[in-house]
């Protein structure tokens, strides 16, 4: 299996930018997660879907920050407009589903807004 | 707030000593622990896991919980300079939401 998929790995862009990021889980896992790493604030959830229903949506930081999974094969994190703030690395992460669970981890998107 | 504390580090071993990495958690409901190691500019990869309170052994690796003291440790014996990376503790309670902490940075020296 090739893993869990993000693009792109880098982004740089200007503040006010949307700015998407994309990930594709692996096959047959059930939950996808979205994680903002920073120096500052560690390893954030920003938001989880289960059988591509968003679950928990606490960590949105505000409403600049959207997901969606329109499917079983694909999920979007979208951020409009971007801030110099959101600069981090973004993780996207799956597991089959269920607790206890191991999340495997996407290379990650490092994003940066100048 | 459920929070994950760790220290930050960094933890500086020589090579073949054991290194020892701590965490504790706020939540007393957390049922789940799980340690993740992360190489600098790369993705956590999961390194062990533990659901009862005591010690599990893994190869080098050996996780202990003590619930009653919101304590997770894991001890790395004869490490080796390729342990080097963050170390990061999560716990998960009721739903599959893990909390991280920040993360110990762990150098292992030749």
């Known amino acids: 299996d090739a893993g869990v998929i993000q693009s792109p790995r880098h982004e740089v862009t200007e503040m006010g930018q949307e700015v998407t990021l994309r990930c594709k889980p692996i096959?047959?896992?059930?939950?996808l997660f979205w994680y903002r790493q920073t120096m500052m604030r560690g390893l954030e959830l920003l938001i989880y879907?289960?059988?591509?229903?968003?679950?928990?949506d606490s960590g949105m930081p505000e409403d600049r920050f959207s997901a969606k999974m329109p499917n079983a094969s694909f999920s979007t994190l979208k951020i409009q407009p971007s801030e110099p703030r959101d600069s981090a690395v973004y993780f996207c992460a799956t597991d089959r589903g269920t607790v206890g669970n191991e999340q495997f981890f996407g290379p990650g998107t490092r994003l940066t807004v100048l | 707030q459920k929070e994950v504390e760790q220290n930050s580090g960094p933890l500086s071993v020589p090579e073949g000593a054991i290194a020892s990495l701590n965490c504790t958690y706020s939540?007393?409901?957390?049922?789940?622990f799980f340690w993740y190691r992360q190489y600098s500019g790369k993705s956590p990869e999961l390194i062990m896991f533990i659901y009862s309170n005591g010690d599990k052994e893994d190869g080098r690796f050996t996780a202990q919980l003590n619930k009653a003291s919101q304590y997770v440790s894991l001890l790395i014996r004869d490490s080796q300079p390729s342990d080097s990376a963050t170390y990061l503790c999560a716990t998960q309670g009721g739903s599959e939401k893990l909390v991280f902490g920040k993360g110990t940075k762990l150098t292992v020296n030749p």
């Open positions: 879907f289960n059988n591509n229903v968003p679950i928990d």
């Open positions: 939540d007393r409901g957390s049922q789940s």
């Open positions: 096959s047959g896992h059930n939950s």
